[in-house]
């Protein structure tokens, strides 16, 4: 790769660690928002009815059916507003921010060495371009839930096995085992090369 491409490729990392940043926040709070959404949506108002149904049947007022009724109404109303929907705009966010990483990815380290400068420099400021479109057209994400993800991807958690290892460490596991030196099979005497 030519000298004057290495800010096109500092620029491609940039894109990479965005992305990873971006996207694992929208991740999590995909994983959050859904918990909750199927906790206090679905699930608490699902066995509030479910129980305030059964006292009443074994002889309670009837006034505790109205608690059957108001959660049965607040399981519907979140269906209808889609409970779940939130946590999957973000859960969408994540994985078009994933795509977006590991096309940048490829193009650092695949495409780059056989592009021109001029070439190169197109492809890294339509995949800039792509990032600023998804980041101004998805969800926002959130300083705390940014910092947790950050000590998880500081930690090493999303860093590829094969990137970490040394050349030298890779050559040595797939080598064979070394073996045992054995005698040159002319130095035999004659009555031993026959009873192998």
């Not at 679905?42 to 059916?65: M, W």
């Not at 409970?83 to 990483?101: M, P, S, V, Y």
């Not at 993800?149 to 094969?162: C, L, Q, W």
């Amino acid at each position: 790769m030519p000298h004057d491409s290495e800010h096109l490729l500092a620029e491609c990392r940039r894109i990479e660690e965005n992305c990873l940043y971006t996207g694992q926040a929208h991740f999590e709070i995909a994983k959050h928002r859904g918990k909750s959404a199927r906790l206090w949506l679905t699930l608490v108002p699902a066995l509030v009815s479910a129980v305030a149904s059964f006292v009443v049947a074994v002889g309670a007022p009837k006034l505790i059916a109205a608690v059957a009724s108001l959660s049965s109404a607040v399981i519907a109303i979140g269906s209808f507003l889609g409970a779940g929907k939130d946590a999957a705009a973000h859960e969408n966010a994540g994985k078009l921010l994933t795509q977006l990483r590991d096309e940048t990815r490829a193009l650092r380290l695949v495409s780059a060495p056989g592009l021109t400068t001029e070439q190169l420099a197109a492809e890294v400021k339509a995949l800039g371009t792509r990032y600023r479109a998804f980041v101004a057209s998805l969800p926002t994400t959130d300083a705390a839930t940014f910092e947790k993800v950050r000590a998880r991807i500081r930690s090493g958690t999303f860093e590829f096995d094969s990137d970490g290892a040394t050349p030298s460490a890779l050559s040595g596991t797939l080598q064979p085992p070394a073996l045992t030196p054995t005698a040159d099979r002319r130095s035999l005497p004659a009555s031993e090369k026959d009873g192998e």
